[in-house]
């Protein structure tokens, strides 16, 4: 292996190694009866600024938490029908005959609905958990952090390159540059999607705001 390859490898672990910081907090009503509440359904607020898979993956980081502490929780794959069924595309299901209607199809009484938006490398996300009749808000939650895109490109590019002049390196003498640059180029556009480490990353935001969900 080449110095210039090793050390192409050494740069990029420590961008393996990065890690993101995450917050989040909750706050629960303390007004509120508990006891009023039999089942509850996660919603996802359907912000496009995610995918759809990663929201979905996320809502249900978020219905996992929330058994955990002992809620009946609504299956994802019930309340998505109900609202294909009902036609919710495009509409608040917040609002106040959204809400009403939603929970009385799926007989929960309470809507948890989950916001998931992007801006750069930093992921942010509000929850609310509302009575379906009153549209009480019972808990609240926010959080944000890093999923370290823009760090995954440059990380997949280094990775590449490595891989590539690797390859190169072993293919014919005075091949591993041209080797590095297919593989950085390969590598960065493989590292722009939203990788494992990411998606773990972002449920590292939603486990911080399901710190504090009241146990039943």
């Known amino acids: 292996m080449s110095r210039w390859t090793s050390a192409l490898i050494l740069l990029a672990l420590p961008a393996l190694a990065a890690c993101s910081t ?28 995610f995918a759809v898979t990663t929201r979905q993956q996320l809502v249900d980081t978020f219905q996992f938490e929330f058994m955990k502490r002992g809620w009946n929780v609504i299956e ?19 609002s ?27 992921l942010s996300l509000t929850v609310k958990m509302m009575d379906v009749e009153t549209g009480e808000l019972i808990w609240q939650g926010s959080g944000e952090g890093a999923v370290n895109s823009g760090m995954s490109t440059w990380t997949g590019a280094l990775a590449g390159a490595a891989l590539g002049a690797v390859v ?30 990411e998606t773990e990353n972002a449920k590292k935001v939603v486990l911080k705001v399901c710190e504090e969900i009241p146990v039943r």
């Not at 009866?33 to 509850?40: E, F, G, S």
């Not at 929970?103 to 929960?108: A, I, Q």
């Open 168 to 197: 190169g390196n072993n293919t014919g003498s005075g091949s591993a540059g041209g080797g590095a640059v297919i593989g950085g180029v390969l590598g960065g556009t493989a590292g722009a999607a939203l990788s494992p480490a």
């Open 22 to 49: 995450t917050k989040g907090e909750s706050v629960l009503n303390k007004y509120y009866d508990l006891t009023k509440v039999h089942a509850i359904a996660v919603v996802d607020g359907n912000n496009p600024t």
């Open 76 to 94: 994802r794959s019930n309340i998505e029908k109900a609202m294909d069924e009902m036609d919710f595309e495009n509409k608040d299901v917040t």
């Open 96 to 122: 106040d005959v959204e809400r009403k209607k939603l929970g009385h199809v799926l007989n929960v009484q309470a809507l948890t609905v989950v916001n998931i938006a992007r801006a750069g490398d930093d």
